[in-house]
């Protein structure tokens, strides 16, 4: 039986939170996990920082047909009030088809006992199109 | 004037020494600068690990153009042994030309005094083709 840390329990709580709100088009409930200083370094676009422009950003993305956000984690190391995680995404459409997937990693914060998205870069796995 | 950290200087020195072997077209010394498990997360690309398949991966950056690399810390984080870098990059041509820019997240660990990339993901800023 694999052994699970609390952090290993929380982190996955937080990425179900994650999964959850993307699959109920729940913009500002994703930018909500997110800290107050929180950060997007999204492919072909600059950084995106604070609730706001991670709201939109994320809106943006299910305006384009994004309807799920699969998130599975590679690793991840707890670091005190810091976790580095190292994982895979596989984005969906409506109809459950797959429109990307690939790699990223995300810096949590413990923000006052609930762990928040800092950090949060990724790229696809596949060939350019 | 700015104050700069031991770990600022430090991760400055493993930057600048990443754009000389980058420059002087020195696959094997790039690789050396990363762990023994270290991991690239390429755009396009699977995860890349160890030694010998990162040298592969920026022998085949250099061999498709790529003659520099420039890198730019915009936040450094240390976490005791581990240091959490975000920055931009800048990859030019034999003739300097930008053939990219984007955003970065390298994860260092101090390796017996010496800080060495752990983990590296990386996007480009620039609209896709």
Known sequence: MATHSDLDVAIRAANDDFERRFAAGD???????????????????DAVSGHGGIEAFWRGAMDMGIKSAKLETVQLEGLGGTAVEEGRYTLAAADGGVLDQGKYVVVWKNDGGRWKLDLDIWNSSEQAG
């Not at 913009?27 to 676009?45: E, F, M």
């Open 27 to 45: 913009a500002p409930g994703l930018a909500g996990l997110y800290t107050s200083a929180g950060k997007l370094l999204p492919p072909n676009s």
